[in-house]
């Protein structure tokens, strides 16, 4: 079955305070590493999505890389508006598998 | 285009009372998903429907879960009688292709079931 595990859990960050998000993953079929935002009370968003290790995406202060094991999302330099939970997924045929996501929040 | 739209956005009903949550997917999205959310096992997918016909409803967890998909721009997720322990935000979610470029989440129904 596959398996997503994400960490840290929680995050707390100083504004313009960079840091390092982890998904590591065990798939029979990697078809995809899917990276999600959600914020109180709504959907999860999508980011990302990264097919194969080496490749890398970025967005604003916020860039994805992938090997063959685990994903990072990397935050440069946050602002209070990055503070969300950050999911990552693994796609495997249909099925998006989640991890438990990690919550981020960002002071001013 | 408005995105998947889901109602209620609340829903608060007594143990044993039916429930049904409703979805509109995007228009042209030909995959559809209904999740579970909860804080103690994440997001699970209960049922998955492609061109309409259920393919997977592994994770739906007993029989009093149900879900249809009418046409392509309706499906509903129905629980009876419900049980305390259905409390949870339920996601509707839809692709355009099986789900390989992502699902498109709507903003949930958040149910309480007392």
């Known amino acids: 079955e596959d398996q997503v595990t994400q960490s840290p859990e929680a995050l707390r960050l100083q504004e313009g305070e960079s840091s390092s998000l982890n998904c590591s993953y065990t798939?029979?079929?990697?078809?995809?590493l899917f990276w999600y935002r959600q914020d109180p009370g709504k959907g999860p968003e999508f980011l990302f999505t990264?097919?194969?290790a080496g490749e890398e995406k970025e967005k604003e202060r916020l860039k994805a890389t992938l090997t063959k094991k685990e994903s990072f999302l990397h935050i440069t330099a946050p602002k209070p508006e990055d503070s969300a939970t950050y999911l990552c997924?693994?796609?495997?045929?249909?099925?998006?598998?989640f991890g438990a996501g990690t919550t981020v929040t960002v002071r001013a | 285009d408005a995105g998947v739209i889901q109602s209620p956005r609340h829903e608060v009903t007594e143990m044993g009372q039916e429930v049904t949550l409703r979805c509109k997917p995007i228009?042209?999205?030909?995959?559809l998903f209904w999740y579970r959310q909860t804080m103690m096992r994440g997001l699970e997918l209960l049922i998955y429907?492609?061109?309409?016909?259920?393919?997977?409803d592994s994770g739906m967890p007993e029989d009093r879960f149900s879900a249809k998909m009418p046409n392509a721009s309706f499906s509903t997720l129905k629980i009876q009688p419900s049980e305390p322990r259905d409390s949870a935000v339920y996601f509707c979610?839809?692709?355009?292709?099986?789900?390989?470029?992502?699902?498109?989440f709507g903003s949930g129904t958040r149910l309480t079931v007392v």
């Open positions: 979610a839809s692709s355009l292709d099986a789900g390989h470029s992502g699902y498109t």
């Open positions: 798939v029979s079929g990697l078809r995809g």
């Open positions: 990264l097919y194969s």
């Open positions: 997924a693994v796609l495997d045929d249909y099925k998006l598998s």
């Open positions: 228009s042209g999205h030909n995959s």
């Open positions: 429907f492609n061109n309409n016909v259920p393919i997977d």
